[in-house]
Structure formats: C-alpha cells, structure tokens
C-alpha cells in the first residue's frame, strides 16, 4: 500500500513559479518511479513529467521541457515538481503518480500503479 499527497498548488500569475510536493507514505517510496500528470476541465488527462526509481533519469513532455524540472529526495519519501515560467495553459489539476515499473520513467497513465488526489494550480493571464 502506498499513499501520495499532493501539495503546493495555487493561484499565480503568468510567469510566475510553483513548487509541488507529492509525500508518500510507506518505506519502500525509493523502489518505485514517480510521475506527474494533469488535467483541465474537460480535457483529457496528459503526461508532465516522470522520474525513475534512483532519481538519475528524467522526461519531459514537450509542452513542459526547459520550464519544469522533476526531482525526488527518497530519504525524505518526496517526489518534487519545480514550474517556471508559468502559462495560462499550465492551468489543471496536478496529480502525483507512483510505478512498479521503475527503472525508466514512464509517460503512460497506466503504467502507474498508485495516485495522489492532485492540487489546483492556477495561473492568471
């Protein structure tokens, strides 16, 4: 059994930054990969981006590349999501995600095996 909660999510201006924090319960949190995935009212669910069980592989989805950064402190049982540069289009519910399968990240939903209940993130045009 793993627990994840999200935290972190709130309203900010375009351009602006975010930290989201995903906690995680159970000792065992080092032996899976983690990710985090999005969504908007009425939009499908996408990929954001995915870190492997030992921290040293990272992906981005396109979207995200060179403005949010992953990151994991497994002594701390947390997984990290820095957002910079903020977009009106980065607007969503923000879930975190732990894999089984975890020595490479992984960008699909369902190769995930335990989920957070999300943060609101709202940016403001």
């Known amino acids: 059994q793993v627990q994840l909660v999200e935290s972190g999510g709130e309203l900010v201006q375009a351009g602006g930054s975010l930290r989201l924090s995903c906690a995680a319960s159970?000792?065992?949190?080092?032996?899976?990969?983690m990710g985090w995935f999005r969504q908007a009212p009425g939009k499908e669910r996408e990929f954001v981006a995915a870190?492997?069980?030992?921290?040293?592989?990272?992906r981005y989805a396109d979207s995200v590349k060179g403005r949010f950064t992953i990151s994991r402190d497994n002594a701390k049982n947390t997984g990290l999501l820095q957002m910079n540069s903020l977009k009106p289009e980065d607007t969503g519910i923000y879930y975190c995600a732990a894999s089984t399968s975890g020595y490479y990240p992984r960008e699909e939903g369902n190769e995930y095996d335990y989920w957070g209940q999300g943060t609101q993130v709202t940016v403001s045009s």
């Open positions: 159970g000792r065992t949190f080092s032996s899976y990969g």
């Open positions: 870190i492997n069980w030992s921290g040293n592989k990272m």
